[in-house]
């Protein structure tokens, strides 16, 4: 008998989520977040620094942790799991097929996932699961988010190849940039067309500086690979990836300038917006005809 597939996450010992009346239901949040991909079929690990893995055990009595060798501090100053990280814990724990999925995202119907996971499962092929924010934990719809994946599920040996660095869960771009070297790397790939996913919307986590710094990683991570694409594939990728360089030529020109000039950051954010979204289309279109041979992207 199969193995049911294992989800990676990186749960956090204290989230804060507040809705209306101020009330606190971040602990309540992630564990429906955990229960509903229970619910889909799958065996769910929390990977977690040493220093919070015993705060973790003590929150969420029934998950199992898994300990990282390494975080992302350096990066942001908390203990962030690297995208490398959660995958080389998946293969020490002998996961075949399995996935890495934000720690606060629900899975909006449980048996249709099953049978999304069941038929990408057969056919080999990454799933990749976009998102919606809701504004309430009882809402059952909400708006796309058009910034990428949110859940990226795939063939853990194929991935543990993967240059996915700098990259961590719960940063900036995690599931564009690991969907994107997936695909590069020669994969067919699945991506449903509706949100597969809820998440309860809340803050921005980030400040504009860190944004640049993993909008940056990206580009210098695939801007040559995707050129080769655009040489290689028809009209439709070659005007996508056209559309990125676009958007990020302009995102950095005004990423750089004096932040006092007016009107410069909220034009940034825009155009950085429009970049991410631009991602996360073009991965949509790869995974209906991603790459057949590997470009590159694996060490």
Same mark, same amino acid.
């Given at each position: @008998? ?9 749960? +956090? ?14 602990? *309540? ?5 955990? =229960? ?18 015993? +705060? ?12 990282? %060798? #390494? ?8 203990? *962030?799991?690297?995208?490398?990280? @959660?995958? #080389?814990?998946?293969?020490? +724990? ?43 934990p009882c809402d059952d719809a909400g708006v796309l988010d058009p910034s990428g994946p949110s859940a990226v599920l795939f063939d853990v040996g194929r991935a543990a190849g993967l240059d996915v660095e700098p990259f961590a869960v719960g940063l900036p771009g995690w599931g564009r940039?690991? $969907? @994107? ?15 597969? *996913? ?5 803050? #921005? $986590?980030?400040? %504009?500086?860190?944004?640049? &710094? ?14 080769? *694409? ?18 990020? =030529? ?6 750089? &300038? ?10 940034a954010r825009r155009y950085r917006a429009a970049y991410a979204a631009a991602v996360a289309d073009l991965i949509r279109d790869l995974a209906v005809a991603a790459p057949q041979a590997e470009i590159s992207g694996r060490t």
């Open positions: @008998m199969t193995a049911p597939p294992t989800l990676a996450t990186s749960l +956090a010992p204290h989230p804060a989520r507040r809705i209306t009346g101020a009330r606190e239901i971040g602990h *309540l949040n992630q564990y429906r977040c955990v =229960e509903s991909w229970r619910a889909s079929g799958f065996h769910v690990v929390s990977v977690n620094a040493a220093d919070e893995a015993d +705060a973790i055990r003590t929150a969420y009595p029934d998950m199992p942790v898994l300990v990282a %060798e #390494r975080d992302a501090r350096d990066l942001c100053r908390r203990p *962030l799991i690297p995208v490398s990280e @959660m995958i #080389r814990a998946l293969q020490v +724990a002998g996961v075949t097929w399995g996935g890495i999925a934000s720690a606060d995202v629900r899975v909006a119907d449980p048996d249709l996932l099953r049978r999304v996971v069941n038929e990408g499962r057969s056919g080999g092929r990454p799933i990749f699961l976009n998102r919606a924010n809701v504004v309430h940039a690991l $969907a @994107m070297a997936l695909l590069l790397a020669g994969s067919q790939a699945t991506c449903p067309a509706a949100a597969a *996913l809820l998440h309860l919307n809340h803050p #921005r $986590a980030w400040g %504009e500086d860190l944004h640049q &710094r993993f909008f940056a990683a990206f580009r210098t991570r695939f801007s040559s690979e995707l050129a080769v *694409l655009q040489c290689e594939k028809g009209a439709d990728a070659q005007a996508a990836v056209a559309d990125l360089g676009r958007h990020a =030529e302009t995102y950095a020109d005004l990423a750089a &300038r004096r932040p006092g000039e007016s009107g410069t950051a909220e034009t």
